[in-house]
């Protein structure tokens, strides 16, 4: 086993360079950039979520005669943004001995080739040194810690419930296969799964967040503005009442595939020779449930566990956190997409990249402890 191991984490390597090699080529040959989005600010065109939200960015102003924008930016400051992006350097002729500026004589800018910066921000990346935001001011460390509350919300306890319904509900419909209770339960969590998570979020809003009908619910956020004030329990409860809404929409969809899968492997489990061997010398039907057939049945399902809790903490749903006015994971990479942010977008495809490859391996030594039979040194 040691070996396997070995091997899969040397893979770790090559396989996250390709990922990042692939990423940085097609970033290559998307038209615009970061010093793009900062003129089309400048001009008064903002950017796509704050046209579609009707506000204006930081700074912009309506376009008039007197306004620097409307006039486009100088070419000094743009030659000052491409050397601090790392899409350009300061290269001075030789026996200069000040400081490089754009502004002496003997120093001009030098674009970079696209090759040079991609080794260059792998080498930074291997470091664990992310950068900083082009436009939020932050590293990039600082934001996927600051919006992983909102993430880890959704992610965890929409998993957490998924699994608590799913493998029971799963276990029933196994031993009540073909029953009046198999066929209704079926027919509803496939009908859930049917509905689209964003229609389903916009009618819990309707209906509970004071649409039309009820407020039992808050609209947006995941705490009250007077949450620091209220007592330990109050923070509790208010941080409940908050996430039911928007974890009910992402939770929506999640019972089909899981609980068919555990229903699926017990089913299959169930009709082994070593199960009917079991109710022959007399045990009982729990006994022979959880005591033979589960271990082997969930398998496939708890041996996923690892790989699916730890991609919680590192996901985001975009359209949830739209809806419901949450700042996640998701709206930073869409943000990060839109506005062209490279540090953001390629500092987390590398963590959260390495991350799940090293979740990888830790799934397929959890299926080993699950069942010891398998062995992935003799597969071959």
């Not at 992983?148 to 957490?160: A, K, R």
């Amino acid at each position: 086993m040691g070996a396997y191991i070995l091997r899969r984490l040397l893979l770790v390597i090559p396989t996250l360079f390709g990922v990042m090699v692939i990423n940085f080529a097609l970033v290559q040959f998307v038209p615009g950039g970061p010093i793009q989005q900062i003129q089309a600010r400048f001009e008064g065109e903002g950017d796509s979520i704050q046209n579609l939200s009707g506000t204006e960015g930081a700074g912009v102003q309506e376009q008039d005669s007197g306004y620097v924008g409307a006039r486009g930016l100088p070419p000094e400051f743009l030659a000052k943004l491409e050397v601090q992006f790392g899409f350009s350097r300061i290269v001075c002729d030789k026996g200069f001995t000040g400081e490089p500026s754009l502004k002496a004589p003997e120093c001009r800018k030098e674009a970079i080739p696209a090759l040079e910066r991609f080794f260059i921000m792998m080498g930074k990346y291997l470091r664990f040194d992310f950068g900083e935001s082009y436009f939020q001011s932050k590293s990039v460390v600082d934001l996927v810690i600051e919006k992983m509350p909102v993430s880890i919300t959704l992610g965890l306890w929409s998993t957490l419930i998924a699994y608590l319904v799913s493998i029971p509900l799963g276990i029933r419909k196994a031993v009540r296969d073909g029953s009046h209770f198999d066929t209704w339960t079926s027919g509803i969590i496939i009908a859930a799964y049917a509905i689209p998570g964003f229609l389903f979020a916009i009618l819990l809003m309707v209906v509970f967040a004071g649409g039309s009908y009820y407020q039992w619910f808050p609209l947006r956020g995941l705490t009250s503005d007077n949450w620091a004030s209220l007592s330990p329990w109050g923070k509790i409860v208010d941080y409940l009442w908050h996430i039911t809404l928007p974890v009910t929409a992402q939770l929506i969809s999640s019972f089909a595939v899981l609980t068919l899968l555990t229903k699926n492997s017990f089913l299959d489990e169930i009709k082994k020779q070593y199960v009917m061997t079991a109710r022959a010398k007399g045990l009982s039907e729990g006994r022979v449930l959880y005591g033979h057939v589960f271990r082997n049945a969930m398998l496939i399902v708890i041996a996923g566990f690892p790989g699916l809790f730890i991609s919680v903490f590192f996901s985001g749903s975009l359209i949830i956190e739209m809806i419901f006015s949450l700042d996640g994971l998701g709206l930073l990479g869409y943000r990060s997409i839109v506005e062209r942010d490279y540090p953001v977008i390629f500092g987390t495809l590398f963590a959260f990249g390495l991350i799940g490859l090293i979740v990888g391996i830790i799934s397929d030594l959890t299926y080993v402890l699950v069942d010891p039979r398998i062995d992935f040194e003799r597969r071959d």
